[in-house]
Structure formats: structure tokens, C-alpha cells
């Protein structure tokens, strides 16, 4: 994936190869300028049109009620940054052929060919409405900075409540119901007044709720985390990732929490990749990360937590949300 730059390609990230349970909480650390946003907004369909980017992003989607989670139907949406460009080649093949190669029991579905054909239960093949994962509605993203990501002229009530009538089919009357709920959830005081504020009204943590509040507004599936807490005292912080810990288990979302700091890292994710220069560099169980890794990078990034905050790097939990 590059960038580019007064007329130079700048490569952000090399190859990268990751997967991500559903459900699951997989954090992204690494020094500035390793490539973590650049992978969030690559994922999400944010890059900009300086972006050139090949690669490819398989989604599967959870099994029907029926069909149990023994054999989860899937899609294969490519990474396509609206303004950026796909390398063709990098495009998909067409699905049967990639089924028959490399998922044989999943059911792929291809935003370019706009259509999808898969296995029913029965083993025949049915034709199902083409599924692309849409940031805002599948991908809830939060942004390091709330006061840049809100808009300062529209009561929060109003963001919030304008995602789930957009994404989620609503009344008017309904987003708002559900934008207090929303509030309510986030654990902002008084939700009802809350509504009606604008973003300079409220602290930066009160704003982060409300950036959370409205990310998670659609109901998304993957919610990311760019250095959502980066901009707020330690507290604070910890209060945020406690936040988002609880919506995540109660949502039953899957987490990309992209941090420099892997001691949040560790108190949140389950597993931890560590990048650098736009590589990843390693991946593990957040225990094996923390207490056995394998770089030399990884172990100067621990060293340089423990050298600056003796606070065991697991353990941490307890905080209210
Ligand atoms: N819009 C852009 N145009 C040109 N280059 C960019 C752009 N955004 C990022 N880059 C470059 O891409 C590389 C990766 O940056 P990226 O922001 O993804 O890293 P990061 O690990 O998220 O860093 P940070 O923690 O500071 O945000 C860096 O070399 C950066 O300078």
C-alpha cells in the first residue's frame, strides 16, 4: 500500500497477512509512522486518493440461526478505498473459481462481479444478494481525536441519531430514541440533555463517548479503535477502554484496537500484532507478546513501558466503564 507524496510513492505498509476472529479483540502496536492507521483506514475504505493499494479483504459473515456455526456462509468484498485504486490483478477472481481453490465449504461473494453464488445447506447452489462490508454500518471507527471527527455545529444527538437513520431503516423519532439509548450506554450524564448538546459543551472523554456512541450507532460487526485513547489523560483513558471492552462483549463485536501503547494493548486484546516500517512483525497471544516475544523490537517496546510505568502490563483490569 502506498501513499503519494510531492509526486514519490511512500510505502506504508508491505505485505501484510492478518486475520482477525470474529469476535475477537486483536490490538496493533507499533512506533508512529509503522503503518497501524494507514492498515485501519485500508480496512474501513477511508484511504485517500493518494493511496494506491493491492490486496484483499475476505469477510465472512456469521452462520444463519439454521445452519448453526458449523458452516459459516462468507464474502469476500476486496479492500477498495473509494478514491484509491485496486491493482488489477489484485482484484478478485471470479468466485467459483476462488471457492473451489481455496474455500471450499464458504460461500464468497464478489463486490465486483456484484453478485454471489454459494452453497445452500442442502448442498445445492442458490444465488444470494451481494454483501459488502459498508464503514458506518459493518465498521464502526473511532478516531484518536473526537473533536475532529464530530462535527461542532450539529447537536451530538442529531451524529449519532443521523448513522442509525441512515444505516439502520429508521424514523427520525426512532434514531433519536436510539441515539438516547446510545447515550444511555456510554454512560453519559443526564442522556436527555446530552441529546441536545454540542460537541464544545462536553469534556474530550464525554466527546469520545458520543464518537463511540455513534460508531457502534449501525450496529457494526468490526468496530475499530485508532488510537481512540491517545488524546485523553490516563484516566480518562482507561475509563474509555473499559467503554469499549463492555460494548465490544455486550455487542458481541470484533475489536481492532490500534495503539502505540502496548500496555493498553495488552490490557484489551487478546492477541497483539506488533508492526514496523509496515511490516508486521509478529503476532501472538497477548500472554506470549507480553511475556516471551520473539523481536528484539517487541522487547525494547516492553522495556520501554517498564521503564517508564511499573504497572504490571496484564492484570490492569477493574475499571469502570
Ligand atoms: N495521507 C498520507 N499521505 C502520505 N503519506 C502518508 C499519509 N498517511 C500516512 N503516510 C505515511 O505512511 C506511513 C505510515 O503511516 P501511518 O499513519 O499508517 O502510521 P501509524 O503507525 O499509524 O503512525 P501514528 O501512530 O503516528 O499514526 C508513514 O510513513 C506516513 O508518513
Do not use: C
Request: net charge negative; no cysteine; aromatic share 4%.
Amino acid at each position: 500500500m502506498t501513499y503519494r507524496r510531492d509526486g514519490n510513492e511512500v510505502a506504508a505498509l508491505k505485505t501484510i497477512n492478518l486475520d482477525i476472529g470474529a469476535g475477537e479483540r486483536l490490538a496493533i502496536i507499533g512506533e508512529s509512522g509503522s503503518g497501524k492507521s494507514t492498515l485501519a483506514l485500508a480496512i474501513a475504505g477511508l484511504l485517500p486518493a493518494s493511496s494506491r493499494i493491492e490486496g484483499r479483504l475476505d469477510w465472512f459473515l456469521p452462520s444463519s440461526p439454521s445452519s448453526g456455526a458449523k458452516a459459516p456462509p462468507s464474502v469476500l468484498p476486496d479492500i477498495s478505498p473509494p478514491r484509491g485504486e485496486i491493482t488489477p490483478s489484485f482484484r478478485l477472481s471470479p468466485i467459483t473459481e476462488i471457492a473451489s481453490k481455496e474455500l471450499p465449504s464458504k460461500l464468497p461473494i464478489s463486490p465486483l462481479a456484484g453478485e454471489m453464488s454459494g452453497r445452500t445447506e442442502g448442498g445445492g447452489t442458490d444465488r444470494q444478494p451481494k454483501f459488502v462490508p459498508l464503514g458506518g454500518r459493518d465498521i464502526g471507527f473511532v478516531f484518536q481525536d473526537p473533536s475532529a471527527s464530530l462535527d461542532p455545529v450539529m447537536a451530538v444527538g442529531k451524529q449519532i441519531a443521523e448513522v442509525a437513520y441512515t444505516h439502520l431503516g429508521l424514523t427520525w423519532p426512532q434514531a433519536y430514541a436510539k441515539a438516547k439509548s446510545l447515550l444511555e450506554r456510554v454512560r453519559l450524564p443526564d442522556p436527555d440533555s446530552a441529546l441536545r448538546a454540542f460537541p464544545h459543551q462536553l469534556s474530550g472523554g464525554q466527546k469520545q463517548r458520543v464518537a463511540i456512541a455513534a460508531a457502534i450507532a449501525a450496529g457494526p460487526k468490526l468496530l475499530i479503535a485508532d488510537e481512540a485513547t491517545s488524546a485523553l489523560d490516563t484516566i480518562v483513558q482507561a475509563e474509555i477502554v473499559a467503554l469499549i471492552r463492555r460494548l465490544v462483549a455486550e455487542d458481541g463485536m470484533t475489536l481492532l484496537f490500534i495503539s502505540h501503547d502496548i500496555a493498553l494493548a495488552a490490557e484489551l486484546a487478546e492477541r497483539i500484532a506488533v508492526f514496523r516500517h509496515g511490516e508486521l512483525l509478529e503476532l501472538g497471544p497477548t500472554a506470549q507478546i507480553v511475556d516471551a516475544p520473539t523481536q528484539a523490537y517487541t522487547r525494547t517496546l516492553l522495556d520501554a513501558h517498564i521503564g517508564l510505568d511499573a504497572t504490571p502490563l496484564l492484570n490492569r483490569a477493574g475499571l469502570n466503564a
